[in-house]
């Protein structure tokens, strides 16, 4: 060219050696691309020159290997002059190489079924080959001088329909040493692209081709752990590029239901961890070996350390987060710190470091158009490449790259270390390698008040059929865990407990590889196992049941989330909309995560973060988010429903509606509606049993609540859904007075808000009508009397919290009387606001003694506590020493007798 279109081209062509000979050679490129340099490179620029006749396939090659000249012309104008993002420079890439292999499968598919007819399955429908896109080019991140990774897939066996028949597999091999000579030949033009084949089943010793049953039969059979990664950022290249556009889509699903459960476990992946790390070692060994310690993409802290790191988390969590399923390295980066598996810090260090690798890696590529990483040797060649980075010499570009790389080592090491290198101390003590008396002692030093029992339960179990028959990678991580366990177990306030819970848990998952990885990976999650199983016999069994919360131990902000609902709901919502129409998923997406925020509130509450009123409160929020987002499911599946929206509410009462849930509470529900539709009864009805059903099956993902619908109108012989003017006629004029005294603790749950609050006016209205006090107050103490003759306790030591006299019962029954009794002339007593509120309200208003009232509230209170704390044991329905409650016992007794009259045994 005799003189520049801009001055910012000679930085460029000073850079690369490559695009100066290239617009001396062809000088109409510099022409061309004088007009449209300053705009990023289009697809329709791209595909312009492809749009003629070619005379034969010598014209193809040639014509492919020119447009990706210009190509790489714009580009590296674009990028050297300052004016590509790195998203542009490798969106651009990925572009041609789509281009470019679309027009060689298309032209040489026509040519060859010219000659052999058109290949057909065996029910006679067309066949084409999917080009799957393998590494940078699946992802979209192809770098200017890549090679691309192929693998060739075609739908089914057949044959073709022309008079020389051949059959799909000999036809579409054809096609693809074809299309690989297209682009890969290298001619007087160059290449178009380098193509490798060796990720294709069985690599080089594999066919070229193969079917979709083929490869899932290879999957299943000799699928590797690699491969695996490697298939994360598989993509079908050639979707929509012709007239096939619907049939390959249809090839897409089935690609992707063939792939998906090989490369994305449906549990929690930690395995991966140890496979990927292994596979790192490979690379490292081979870097050291070829002394490529100046490899920006291999070496350490280079571009293949970021990219694993992004891709170990997709491999462990991408079969139950579909989110995670996608290919960008960044992309996935930016998703990992959106869902806090990342630090923020940590994500933005990462990114810095990946864009100005890549950036560096193209502009060492520019010089010469080669497929290079390393950093180069002569003063001249760095102080070029120094240049074309922006600094002004080499030793402060090294500054900062040597900075990024830093930091991606030390993210990667945090990531991959192996925690478990080196033999643990007590791994002898484990196995048994220790003589009686050593180990005694050593389990004596650990605090372990029963050394020898201690030592005859690990016997035990290494000699159980269970144990011995385990997979010899879990018997690996079983010995690397066990050690950690009595370690761990040492430091809690009841070793011995610990360790009988804790093995007892290690048995359990022993053949689930993952929760093993896991742990073995994560020893301060093996430490909050400890913690949690010696401070609560529930939580073991918790754990036990569902040994997918292992994954929450992980999260430094444990505590912190439990009470987040905002973000619990959104969470909910994505994870049930990424699943949509999947039933089974849907089920078990909300078993999980309803497991998973019990887990965190439980790890609160034993670390003393919650007290019992808020705990309720928040195990109540989580059921009523559970039915509020479950409900719109159930009604979206019933079929030929009348109207989009339900006209449908879910009351709760008892401990849901009086916001006093625990841990293993069951639902106490009644169905509204109101719709005049003649098929609404029937809908709703269904609508109803489908819910029960919802909340109430197990699944392989265990059950969320089980539900007692007997508080409807008629109890059991009722309807199970019932229309808010019947529910108001049934409760004016047939309901018994419990069930009044059960509407005080009822309240709306989910559903219809204009439902909603048609029965809160309801409720008011039942609650605020007159009484005759004397006749209620016999029928609450008989209803009393009913519930204590039927599960009174008989101990004379003990104390049973909630039905004996001077107990928690007594405590409602009090309320609801007054409650009832009052309202008519204190309508603040209709408030949904809890026992303790409503008897300090009632002390307000001189109904009863102020002091007696919160001495009452005061032992209720406790109850609750006590009754929380005996859950979480292995004793959950024992009674409590009297002693230890007398006062309290005292203080409702006589607030009962006051009240209610005193009792015939008091």
């Keep these: 060219m005799t003189s520049l279109p801009d001055p910012r081209w000679q930085r460029a062509l000073d850079h690369s050696r490559y695009l100066s000979n290239l617009l001396q050679t062809r000088p109409e490129l510099g022409t061309e691309l004088a007009t449209v340099w300053q705009l990023p490179l289009s697809e329709d620029q791209l595909l312009a020159p492809l749009n003629t006749a070619f005379a034969d396939d010598e014209a193809v090659k040639a014509g492919l290997r020119r447009l990706r000249q210009r190509a790489i012309a714009h580009i590296a104008l674009r990028d050297l002059c300052g004016l590509a993002s790195l998203d542009e420079v490798v969106e651009s890439m990925t572009l041609l190489a789509d281009v470019t292999t679309n027009f060689a499968v298309d ?62 597999y000999d036809f579409f091999t054809r096609l693809g040493k074809r299309v690989i000579q297209a682009l890969g030949d290298l001619t007087a033009d160059g290449q178009v692209f380098r193509v490798d084949m060796r990720l294709r089943p069985n690599g080089d010793s594999g066919p070229l081709v193969c079917s979709l049953d083929a490869l899932e039969h290879y999957f299943i059979t000799q699928g590797r752990e690699w491969e695996r990664y490697a298939w994360i950022k598989a993509r079908v290249m050639n979707t929509g590029a012709n007239a096939d556009g619907q049939a390959i889509g249809e090839w897409m699903e089935d690609l992707r239901k063939t792939s998906r459960p090989f490369v994305f476990r449906k549990y929690l992946d930690f395995g991966a961890i140890n496979a990927m790390r292994d596979l790192h070692a490979q690379i490292r060994r081979e870097v050291a070996r070829k002394d490529m310690a100046d490899h920006i993409k291999l070496g350490p802290g280079g571009i293949r350390e970021i990219e694993f790191i992004a891709q170990v988390f997709q491999l462990i969590r991408g079969g139950r987060d579909p989110a995670l399923q996608i290919r960008p390295t960044l992309s996935v980066l930016r998703l990992l710190a959106e869902r806090q598996l990342l630090p923020a810090e940590n994500e933005a260090e990462l990114r810095a470091a990946y864009v100005f690798l890549r950036r560096l890696e193209h502009r060492l590529q520019y010089v010469e158009d080669q497929q290079t990483h390393r950093l180069p040797d002569s003063p001249e060649a760095r102080m070029l490449i120094a240049q074309s980075m922006d600094f002004p010499d080499w030793a402060a570009m090294m500054t900062v790259l040597d900075g990024h790389r830093q930091k991606v080592s030390r993210h990667f090491e945090a990531v991959f270390s192996d925690p478990e290198a080196g033999e643990h101390p007590l791994t002898g003590l484990w196995l048994g390698q220790l003589d009686a008396e050593t180990a005694v002692e050593t389990f004596a030093k650990f605090g372990f008040r029963q050394p020898r029992e201690a030592i005859d339960r690990l016997a035990d179990l290494r000699a159980t059929r269970r144990f011995l028959q385990l997979p010899s990678t879990n018997r690996e991580r079983f010995d690397a865990v066990a050690p950690r366990l009595i370690e761990a ?45 010696c401070a609560s016999n529930w939580a073991a069994d918790y754990l036990n049941r569902y040994p997918l919360l292992l994954d929450e131990l992980l999260d430094p ?19 049930l909309a990424a699943h949509a129409d999947d ?13 998973g925020q019990v887990f965190r509130l439980l790890a609160q509450d034993l670390a003393g973060l919650q007290t019992i009123e808020r705990l309720s409160d928040h195990l109540t929020e989580l059921a009523d988010i559970i039915v509020q987002e479950t409900l719109p499911l159930v009604w979206s599946k019933i079929k030929n429903r009348h109207r989009p929206q339900a006209k449908f509410a879910v009351i709760g009462y008892g401990k849901l509606g009086g916001k006093e849930l625990g841990y293993a509470s069951d639902l106490d529900l009644v169905y509204l509606y109101a719709d005049d539709n003649p098929e609404a009864a029937d809908h709703y009805t269904r609508l109803g049993q489908r819910l029960n059903t919802w909340l109430g099956s197990q699944t392989a993902s265990g059950i969320l609540f089980e539900t007692d619908l007997r508080l409807r109108p008629n109890g059991e012989s009722g309807l199970l859904t019932v229309s808010v003017e019947a529910f108001r006629d049934y ?13 005080t603790r009822a309240r709306f749950c989910a559903g219809d808000p204009e439902i909603g609050q048609r029965f809160e006016d309801i409720r008011n209205e039942i609650l605020r009508q007159p009484r005759d006090l004397d006749k209620l107050r016999d029928e609450v103490v008989a209803m009393r009397q009913k519930m204590l003759d039927a599960h009174a306790s008989k101990s004379t030591t003990g104390f049973g919290l909630k039905h004996d006299p001077g107990g928690l019962i007594d405590v409602e029954f009090i309320v609801q009387y007054l409650v009832l009794g009052h309202a008519h002339q204190h309508p603040e007593l209709t408030g949904n606001l809890g026992n303790i509120a409503l008897l300090r309200i009632a002390g307000e208003l001189g109904l009863i003694d102020p002091q007696a009232a919160k001495a009452a509230g005061n032992a209720y209170r406790e109850y609750r506590r006590l009754q929380h704390a005996r859950r979480l044991t292995a004793t959950p329905k024992a009674p409590i020493p009297m002693d230890e409650v007398t006062s309290h016992i005292a203080a409702v007794k006589a607030l009962w007798s006051a009240v209610l009259g005193p009792r015939a045994d008091d």
């Design 107 to 168: 032209h040489h598919h026509r040519r060859l079924a010219a000659t052999y007819g058109e290949p057909l399955d065996h029910a006679g429908r067309p066949q084409r080959l999917l080009i799957i896109g393998m590494g940078k080019l699946g992802g979209r991140e192809l770098n200017v001088s890549s090679d691309v990774d192929y693998i060739f897939i075609y739908p089914a066996e057949g044959e073709t329909a022309g008079p020389k028949s051949i059959d799909n």
């Design 489 to 533: 177990a040492g430091a809690t306030a009841d070793p011995d407990t610990t360790l009988i819970r804790g093995l007892a848990f290690l048995e359990n998952i022993a053949r689930r590889g993952a929760y093993l990885a896991l742990l073995q990976q994560y020893p301060l999650a093996l430490r909050r196992v400890a913690d949690m199983i």
């Design 557 to 575: 902000r444990l505590y912190e989330i439990a009470t987040d609902w905002a973000s619990f709901r959104d969470a909910l919502r994505r994870n």
């Design 583 to 595: 039933t089974e998923r849907e089920m078990d997406i909300l078993r999980e995560m309803h497991h």
């Design 731 to 743: 409760q004016l004029h047939k309901a018994w007075v419990w069930e009044h005294q059960a509407l």
